[in-house]
């Protein structure tokens, strides 16, 4: 097989040819490279921790064990049908394009339109959620080690600019060095985890399998510790959406038609035994609940590591580890979206599509789209000057427009798979347990989505609203706006050789 640095193989080639595009970028990313991307760009067992605060009120850590069960695996399920996918069709655009494929061609191209939104949405509000963890968490460990230090919500607003314009020069500058910056992430994703988990089983106090596994709460005002469950619910699963960032590199990857479901399906397994032994460690080295909640920090996180480690140093440092990779996420985020708003707009999906679709020569990259996803998280990060109420509300937004967008595309396949119409040819498969696994992560994310997006109690405050789903509303009105006066002229879907109809 004929191998190319920037055109990739042979099989690479003729799957752009099928696909109806032209290859622009540098495939510079392998199989090793990939599992570093993709792990350390959703950092699940890193995430985690910064989703304390919030299941700790909604749901304790017995919704954070059992919960983990449940969105471990739907999400598994849902990974495997998005890398079967991804080796039919190895695009950047990832779920609008395969519902363009797999869609009844009535619906083909209205519903690809919406999918090719829901995941631009989802991805750029992903974005400015861990820009703004980064900085409020350094606010954090300046706290921990200067108690006189003022904690004000514009200073994690500054931060979380800052991160923006580190993560700049990363997917600029340095794009070129990607491959090889995600590789050591992965080398200290792996050693971080092994250094906190041990740390914390040795020195950390334990509590009883009752506290830590049946005791549910419900410190967050709701109506029952059902309805707060359902609340806290979103930690589990906010930390396992976005493993389709792989996808929207595949124009990047060597041999993307096998890599890339590879490393799709090798990082879920990772990341999520991962989350399983921090989650078990959470459970019984927490400590007193109460005590890390109220910690002047902001993070019961940071208050759990300094209670285990009983120093200064030792707390800091476990606490950088987390930093550092959630920075290295914000780097990966920065470039998975960026590629998938340029997809989208090469298909001309999204306004000013000419400019969005444009690469620059000199770094070979989508410029346009690495400019507009970090200015939409520099402006994101302003709404916690005003409240941090509502950028948590953002945040939410971005796993159910992304929930949305994985339910949309293995539908389509599920319809297609139903019909009896043939798959394109794959290198790695389902087997027979296709259909199986495609109904399964349908019959899983639709109460997963529903209690994500519906409110929360009756009658409806402003206390109780789920205003992510007010948001969604929004998404979807501005998108159809832009369908009815220019989309539905310039958006035809993605182009297929007929051949794979």
């Known amino acids: 097989m004929v191998k190319s640095k920037y055109y990739g193989t042979d099989s690479d080639r003729h799957e752009m040819e099928m696909l109806g595009k032209q290859q622009v970028l540098r495939r510079n990313f392998g199989l090793l490279t990939m599992l570093g991307f993709a792990s350390t760009c959703i950092a699940s067992w890193e995430g985690i921790f910064t989703y304390l605060n919030f299941v700790l009120i909604d749901g304790g850590t017995p919704l954070l064990f059992w919960g983990f069960f449940g969105t471990a695996t739907c999400m598994t399920l849902v990974y495997a049908s998005l890398a079967e996918m991804s080796s039919m069709s190895p695009t950047a655009g990832g779920q609008y394009h395969w519902v363009s494929e797999f869609a009844p061609r009535k619906y083909q191209k209205v519903l690809s339109y919406y999918s090719g939104w ?31 230090y003022g904690y004000e919500r514009w200073h994690g607003t500054l931060l979380a600019i800052a991160v923006v314009v580190f993560t700049i020069s990363f997917n600029t500058v340095f794009a070129s060095k990607l491959p090889k910056v995600e590789a050591v992430a992965l080398v200290v994703h792996i050693s971080g985890f092994l250094a906190i ?6 020195t950390a106090p334990r509590r009883s399998a009752a506290d830590a596994l049946l005791n549910f709460t419900n410190d967050g005002g709701w109506s029952s510790t059902g309805l707060s469950a359902m609340v806290g619910l979103l930690a589990p699963t906010a930390v396992l959406v976005g493993y389709d960032c792989s996808v929207h590199m595949s ?20 990341n999520v035994s991962m989350l399983f032994v921090v989650i078990i460690t959470i459970c019984f080295t927490l400590g007193d609940p109460e ?55 090469r298909d001309q999906g999204l306004p000013g599509h000419r400019w969005l679709s444009k690469v620059s020569p000199h770094w070979n990259i989508p410029l346009p789209g690495i400019i507009v996803s970090l200015s939409i998280s520099t ?13 948590g509300a953002i945040t939410s937004l971005g796993a159910v427009a992304t929930l949305i967008s994985y339910y949309l595309t293995i539908g389509c396949l599920v319809h297609r798979r139903l019909c009896g119409a043939p798959l394109p040819d794959r290198r790695w498969s389902l087997g027979r347990w296709g259909l199986a696994v495609n109904i399964g992560a349908l019959i899983i994310l639709t109460p997963l989505i529903f ?21 969604l509303a929004g998404v979807f009105i501005i998108s159809t706006t832009y369908y009815a006066v220019k989309g539905k002229k310039e958006f035809t879907g993605p182009v297929v050789n007929v051949i794979r109809d």
């Not at 861990?130 to 921990?144: A, E, N, P």
């Not at 994500?452 to 992510?468: G, H, I, K, Q, R």
Request: aromatic content about 10%; some cysteine; proline content about 3%.
């Open 118 to 148: 829901l995941t631009a949405v989802g991805w750029q509000v992903y974005l400015a959620s861990v820009c703004f963890l980064v900085g409020t968490t350094i606010q954090g460990l300046i706290t921990l080690n200067n108690m006189n």
């Open 251 to 270: 124009e990047e990857i060597k041999d993307a038609s096998i890599v890339l479901p590879r490393a799709i399906m090798g990082s879920v397994i990772l």
């Open 451 to 471: 209690f994500l997006t519906w409110p929360l109690s009756t009658p409806v405050t402003a206390e109780t609203m789920n205003w992510s789903s007010v948001m």
């Open 197 to 202: 988990i041990i740390t914390l089983w040795a």
């Open 379 to 391: 402006l994101l990060s302003l709404i916690n000057i005003g409240s941090s109420v509502a950028l």
């Open 291 to 345: 005590e890390v909640l109220a910690s002047p920090t902001g993070y019961a996180f940071i208050q759990m590591f300094y209670n285990a480690a009983n120093s200064l140093a030792g707390a800091s440092v476990m606490t950088f580890i987390i930093i550092f990779m959630l920075a290295i996420c914000a780097v990966s985020e920065a470039a998975a979206c960026s590629r998938q708003i340029w997809s989208f707009a």
